[in-house]
């Protein structure tokens, strides 16, 4: 399959200055796409090596630093489209290889852009994957709306992981997120069910040992729960519900379990958590980058809004947004908390 084409995002973050970034990775992969200007101020550059499982259980700041939403990119940082008229997107995974993977929902498959520029498929059929995540192996684990958690082998096999709970089918995993101890845990709304009827009869947050294959229920309080993330320390699980429209923040304690729930901001679908805490929420007007204190530091504006995000590139520090069309980057001087996870 060739590269499809690409047109330029008609918004832009409004912020105070102007100036161009140069296109970085974009150029490498052959294309021309029209950048939209991102009016940031400049930072020192932020280098961030790979974590290990210790590192990302290390504390960090309760507050994110830098206060302000222009510091997270460099001088003038470019909201670029990268790919359009692909059809709904979801799920962006940077690869070591250099290859970006993301959902199709619109045709049941992960598709991936090459180093060059060239979009294949990844997967095909995908099982409905929505959510990607490594593991601690390097491993690809894929929340499905088929009604299953998989992990994706490193000889090409498919290994389902979890497709019960309590005897019943599960209704459509949407989002996953692994842990450093290898414990994976993943959101089951039921918009993906496809006709299907629930055999659970409400949708979950789970804690999945890979190991045992034991599924464990978190939380069922969320009416549509959808994206998911650990804060750096490990200490508290972020979740979006679609319904809502709201990241939630949730407290695990000493014994595994879920406290209080305590609403952050605007999130309906995936999100990530950089270095310091900060949580980069997607949302119906685009992407909001919110504080574990609950303050909304800014948005870049999609105008048909964004479906979830992913760092990679070279550097790490290239942001990836999907949306109900394609994918958008821009690059920014934070770096995911736990690459991938």
């Not at 029209?34 to 400049?42: G, L």
């Not at 497709?163 to 959101?187: H, M, Q």
Request: with cysteine; net charge negative.
């Amino acid at each position: 399959m060739t590269q499809r084409s690409k047109r330029p995002m008609q918004r832009r973050l409004a912020l105070s200055s102007c100036v161009l970034l140069s296109a970085g990775w974009l150029a490498a992969c052959g294309t021309n796409p029209t950048p939209t200007p991102v009016q940031v101020r400049a930072t020192a550059t932020v280098s961030t090596p790979q974590p290990t499982p210790a590192q990302a259980a290390t504390a960090t700041a309760a507050v994110a630093q830098p206060a302000s939403f222009a510091d997270l990119f460099p001088a003038g940082a470019e909201l670029t489209l990268l790919i359009d008229d692909v059809g709904f997107t979801e799920g962006a995974l940077w690869l070591p290889d250099g290859r970006l993977i993301f959902s199709r929902m619109s045709d049941n498959s992960v598709a991936v852009i090459g180093p060059d520029g060239a979009l294949s498929d990844y997967l095909r059929p995908s099982g409905g994957a929505n959510g990607h995540a490594f593991d601690w192996q390097g491993r690809i684990i894929q929340a499905e709306h088929s009604g299953r958690v998989t992990r994706l082998e490193t000889d090409g096999s498919v290994t389902v992981l979890a497709e019960t709970y309590d005897g019943k089918r599960l209704n459509s995993p949407n989002d996953v997120v692994v842990r450093s101890d290898g414990a994976i845990f993943f959101t089951d709304p039921t918009f993906g069910l496809n006709g299907r009827q629930s055999e659970l009869g409400f949708q979950g947050v789970y804690r999945l040992d890979p190991a045992t294959g034991t599924v464990q229920l978190m939380t069922q309080e969320l009416p549509m729960p959808n994206g998911i993330g650990l804060s750096p320390a490990e200490d508290t699980l972020y979740v979006s519900d679609t319904t809502l429209g709201q990241v939630f923040a949730f407290p695990i304690a000493a014994d595994g379990t879920l406290g209080a729930r305590r609403a952050l901001g605007p999130g309906i679908d995936g999100l990530l958590i950089d270095t310091d805490g900060r949580i980069w929420s997607s949302s119906t007007d685009g992407v909001h980058v919110l504080t574990p204190d609950g303050r909304d530091l800014g948005t870049i504006a999609l105008e048909q809004g964004a479906t979830n995000v992913a760092l990679g590139g070279p550097d790490g520090h290239r942001l990836f947004i999907t949306t109900s069309t394609g994918v958008y980057t821009i690059e920014t001087l934070v770096a995911e908390a736990a690459p991938g996870h």
